[in-house]
């Protein structure tokens, strides 16, 4: 692999060669990588310029321009970030992890990764999560790294551009007792009930509060009694407390005082949706 990608050239040699550059990385180096992960070259963007959404320079306002290396597309989608650096800079922190970082956060391309290479080391992080890479590796041990760089950042492996079908069975005797996960009916409009008393997303606005009807409508139909629901965004609770009403298990992960209250009162008392 490394001799299909870079010939006979000497990784030893690249630190201590002073005409070895930046821009001899990016012919050299990347664009090899980038054809051999699948790219063609109209989804190869170089040097596209983005407008900093929140910097303006002195008081003309003058926008401050962003220019990644490389943006590659999939469809009609950025899927990641790619920036070159010469052969002395440092691809795991510092600045230069930063500024790439800040291409692939940008609203115009909202990559889902972004990566660093300098001619010797190659660097892949995860957009939102930049405190370790998800992939880091020296160019001279590309073969053995390969695989897993085919599997995060070839144009496959992005699920931009594919359609999905859900198919709708009707629920029979035989199918309830098998009770196939992948294969369940998708639940019809499901009419939001008014409560009584303010219930617990009265606590607060965030925008993905549910009526507790319509989330245990999808606790019944997706899982068995007995089953173990987790909810890992758990808010004030809607989940756990209709899980455990509905007689499954349940995990709310949040450190919400309300919803470690509504859960704990649950376990005392079966009127526990008066209180909420």
């Known amino acids: 692999m490394k001799e299909k990608l870079f010939g006979n050239l000497n990784f030893d040699k690249i630190g201590s060669d002073p005409d070895f550059k930046e821009d001899s990385v990016r012919e050299i180096i990347i664009l090899p990588m980038l054809k051999e992960l699948g790219y063609a070259q109209e989804n190869i963007i170089r040097s596209k310029t983005l407008q900093h959404p929140f910097l303006k320079i002195a008081s003309k306002k003058r926008s401050v321009n962003l220019i990644p290396d490389y943006v590659l597309k999939v469809g009609n989608n950025y899927a990641w970030v790619l920036e070159a650096k010469a052969p002395n800079q440092e691809i795991i922190s510092d600045d230069n992890l930063e500024q790439a970082y800040s291409y692939a956060a940008h609203p115009e391309i909202n990559s889902i990764y972004f990566a660093l290479c300098n001619g010797l080391e190659f660097s892949l992080f995860k957009t939102f999560s930049t405190r370790q890479p998800v992939l880091y590796f020296k160019l001279e041990n590309i073969y053995e790294n390969w695989g897993?760089?085919?599997?995060?950042?070839?144009?496959?492996?992005?699920?931009?551009?594919?359609?999905?079908?859900?198919?709708?069975?009707?629920?029979?005797?035989?199918?309830?007792?098998?009770?196939?996960?992948?294969?369940?009916?998708?639940?019809?409009?499901?009419?939001?009930?008014?409560?009584?008393?303010?219930?617990?997303?009265?606590?607060?606005?965030?925008?993905?509060?549910?009526?507790?009807?319509?989330?245990?409508?999808?606790?019944?139909?997706?899982?068995?009694?007995?089953?173990?629901?987790?909810?890992?965004?758990?808010?004030?609770?809607?989940?756990?407390?209709?899980?455990?009403?509905?007689?499954?298990?349940?995990?709310?992960?949040?450190?919400n005082p309300m919803a470690i209250f509504l859960v704990e009162a649950l376990l005392t008392t079966t009127t526990i949706r008066q209180l909420i």
């Open 148 to 255: 897993k760089l085919t599997d995060l950042l070839s144009p496959r492996s992005f699920q931009t551009g594919k359609n999905f079908i859900y198919e709708v069975k009707e629920t029979t005797a035989e199918y309830e007792n098998q009770f196939d996960y992948n294969r369940r009916s998708l639940l019809e409009e499901i009419g939001v009930k008014k409560q009584a008393a303010k219930r617990h997303f009265g606590v607060h606005g965030y925008f993905t509060r549910q009526s507790w009807n319509v989330v245990a409508e999808y606790i019944k139909n997706y899982s068995k009694p007995g089953d173990l629901v987790l909810d890992p965004f758990g808010g004030s609770g809607v989940t756990a407390v209709e899980a455990l009403m509905n007689g499954r298990k349940a995990i709310n992960i949040d450190l």
